[in-house]
DNA sequence: GAAAAAATTTAGATTTGTCTAAAAATATTT
DNA sequence: AAATATTTTTAGACAAATCTAAATTTTTTC
């Protein structure tokens, strides 16, 4: 069986939403695909006859094992495309998810492998995120909420929770990416803000938002 | 303005039908498509009003200056990939196109120029075919180097780089002439020696030094 | 230069993925 | 638990790219 770009996007799209909760939501597959819910749907109801998932009406929609895999192989295919296009071709961190969003389509099997082999077999993409083996298995990472991260415990910045381009446009700003050492030197119980201090430089204050898309492991 | 990857692959089929005879048929269209006359037709309209070919009914089609930018543009990301595929990830030349075919309409301009400059500016893709710069030309080729003969093509010893007696007395003794025919095996990317068979000879292996200094053309 | 053959186009239908508007089911509030 | 709000689904329509069958134009043959 195949699958269109669309079906794999919307498989893909239910994969990332059920990480953090069991079932999705038609309405929270409609806000991150940006088609109306009344689309989505219809799509589901598809996806179903395919087998790719367990859905009632109403009632919300999982992944089937069959789905899971075919998850797993496009992220996997994502974030191979997105280590080589960040250590091979020298790209900006900030721009290789976009990219990575139409490579991650290309059907051969052998491609992947073969890209694979050739980055060495790399366990984590360029924003830190696990990438698949060939089996589907991911290396777990310790890592943790920088909002969790406990006072004066250095740490190194190991992933970040989105890959809006705002969000990396104040990383950028601020200076902060993949492998920066910091720890935490307050917390303001007020609004939730945090002092940090990068290795080497004064402390700044960063918003919980900010300290909520930043996931670190201790060194 | 954009273009679906179904516009796309019109516009390329057009293109190439075009090197022979001026104009193209909704026929040779059809054909090499693989898709029904009619089809063809509804095709070239839609085009003809997105300004990429002048087409007049019964009269056949022929790309503007648009059109032809837009062609290039893909052959140029087509043949990239290939000579991607085949030099760094080191796929059978005969594996190559089919890849291709989908890599080609992966749009990012970034990604086809820095792909160009990791590469080191190839002129030529694996089957010997030249890759349009980014401004469109070709470099034509009638006499190449034998380190970029593209493997299993039948070509003719055209010319030497030097006339040192050193390299005449090499070749004397390999039996290698002007004119003599051979092809190329084999490709060891460990030294970059080639394993060369001369018309009606066993075949042998030549260093990289000797390869570069032969001049030939393909037959 | 007709008649026959081949190529091309038109007309109308189908599939995929989307939409809007309205109806139905579920969840929340008071 | 009734009223209200939210979420989800149904119904019907549309654009893109294709198809088949029939009509038209061009080309070839005699």
């Not at 794999?8 to 806000?31: C, M, P, R, W």
């Not at 609004?191 to 930043?214: C, M, T, V």
């Amino acid at each position: 069986m195949s699958f269109s770009i669309t079906e794999e996007n919307y498989i893909k799209a239910i994969f990332h939403l059920q990480q953090e909760d069991g079932t999705v939501s038609t309405n929270d597959l409609s806000a991150v695909l940006q088609t109306k819910p009344a689309s989505v749907t219809d799509m589901l109801k598809k996806l179903k006859t395919k087998k790719l998932l367990s859905y009632e009406r109403y009632k919300g929609v999982r992944l089937s094992a069959e789905g899971r895999r075919l998850a797993l192989g496009i992220v996997r295919k994502h974030r191979l495309w997105e280590y080589f296009l960040f250590n091979t071709l020298q790209f900006g961190w900030d721009e290789v998810h976009e990219i990575a969003e139409e490579l991650e389509h290309v059907t051969s099997k052998k491609l992947v492998e073969k890209l694979d082999a050739f980055l060495g077999y790399p366990r984590f993409d360029p924003h830190g995120d696990p990438i698949p083996d060939s089996h589907g298995k991911m290396t777990v990472r310790q890592q943790l909420n920088l909002i969790d991260l406990p006072v004066n415990k250095m740490a190194e910045v190991s992933g970040v929770g989105s890959q809006s381009s705002e969000l990396l446009e104040l990383l950028k700003h601020r200076n902060i990416s993949m492998g920066t050492k910091l720890e935490v030197k307050r917390r303001f119980s007020f609004d939730h803000s945090l002092e940090i201090r990068i290795k080497g430089q004064q402390p700044f204050i960063i918003s919980q938002q900010l300290a909520q898309a930043l996931f670190v492991k201790l060194v």
